[in-house]
């Protein structure tokens, strides 16, 4: 899918520190701006346990779960529309990945410096956001003069692609987001050729301490972040990244006990990977056989054959049907012969859209 999730956020927040924990890849985590310069990119699997359910019906020699790709990108500071700190070189990273992981300080610790001398997660979402909207307006503006000329020669694409400059340039000025604009389906398309920063779907994460991990909502901090993230309709994960980078690094029996003992169900990150993936708009289809049981990632409103395309591509090029059921019934017959039996499974054509949490086998001829 090539689809990733860029971890952003002020110098010094824990974004290296999660970064870790999600993938355990050890990028540099140092108590100074600028510890990570170039990004790092990490794959993670996708928490899942429909496959661990499949698994314990189908016995299959191995299981394979879907992966997912998020990017560490370098603490921003202002002026980094300017070029501030590296800024430019930021930016074009953002400006690389399909959505943004906003990571906000939730916490106070002396030890830890922040970039501006105070934790304030309400101004430190505030300082990234508007200089993303400056790298914005900066590049609307360049666009506007070249095609406003083109424009008044009444060219058809010239003249939709200037409405949609016009609706931005007032927002983008006002320091808002382009995302908080409503924009119809012809119009979205010329905005996804613009490659706005600010167009990017945002998931904000606040990172806590383990004192309030358990009880989120005493946090006043935690409070302010989900009070804005309301306000353009994002979500909010509650994450203490240093939690997470200990319980990244141990077995399954003792991870349950950990978070336990911490007063929490399930891991932050595992929620953060999910939420990110459905951010994105990704959904998972299954592949259940006694050699493999297998998750696949597909993008939401896929047709059959592109799934099956996902796979191989002599699956999409040869595509006669997929033999499909969704997980809830075979998780409820137990078995695909059960689930045949009782005319759960079906035969999809080409028009199929896929569901998240089929299981299909693609029948094929090239």
């Not at 297998?294 to 047709?303: I, L, N, V």
């Amino acid at each position: 899918m090539a689809l990733t999730a860029g971890i952003v956020g002020l110098p010094n927040v824990g974004k290296s520190t999660l970064f870790n924990a999600i993938t355990k890849a050890g990028a540099e985590a140092a108590n100074y701006p600028f510890a990570t310069i170039d990004p790092n990119v990490g794959m993670v699997e996708v928490p899942d346990w429909r496959l661990e359910r499949l698994t314990e019906l189908v016995h299959p020699k191995k299981t394979v779960p879907t992966t997912f790709e998020f990017t560490d990108i370098a603490g921003i500071v202002k002026g980094a529309s300017k070029g501030e700190g590296l800024g430019n070189q930021f930016l074009s990273h953002i400006r690389q990945v399909d959505a943004i992981c906003h990571v906000v300080r939730c916490f106070d610790n002396e030890n830890i410096t922040h970039v501006e001398g105070r934790v304030d997660p309400l101004e430190d979402i505030e300082t990234i956001n508007l200089e993303l909207v400056l790298a914005d307006l900066d590049s609307v503006n360049k666009r506007y003069t070249r095609v406003a000329k083109v424009a008044k020669t009444k060219e058809k694409n010239a003249v939709a692609e200037l409405a949609v400059l016009d609706k931005l340039v007032p927002v983008l000025e006002e320091g808002q987001s382009a995302r908080t604009i409503e924009f119809t389906e012809e119009e979205q398309k010329i905005v996804k050729g613009l490659f706005l920063l600010t167009s990017k779907p945002v998931l904000y994460v606040a990172n806590v301490d383990e004192d309030t991990v358990a009880d989120p909502d005493s946090n006043a901090y935690v409070q302010t972040v989900r009070n804005f993230a309301a306000s353009e309709h994002s979500e909010v994960i509650v994450v203490c990244a240093e939690a997470e980078e200990e319980i990244a690094e141990l077995e399954d029996e003792d991870k349950a006990e950990f978070l336990e003992a911490m007063g929490i169900e399930e891991s932050g990150l595992d929620q953060l990977i999910r939420t990110a993936y459905d951010l994105l708009g990704l959904a998972t289809y299954f592949t259940a056989g006694e050699q493999e049981v297998r998750a696949w990632t597909f993008r939401k409103g896929m047709k059959a054959p592109q799934a099956a395309g996902i796979i191989h591509t002599d699956f999409e090029r040869g595509f006669i049907r997929a033999e499909t059921v969704s997980f809830e019934d075979l998780d409820q017959y137990g078995s695909m012969h059960a689930a045949k039996e009782a005319g759960r499974v079906r035969l999809e054509g080409k028009d199929y859209v896929v569901q998240d949490g089929d299981v299909m086998l693609f029948r094929f001829n090239v």
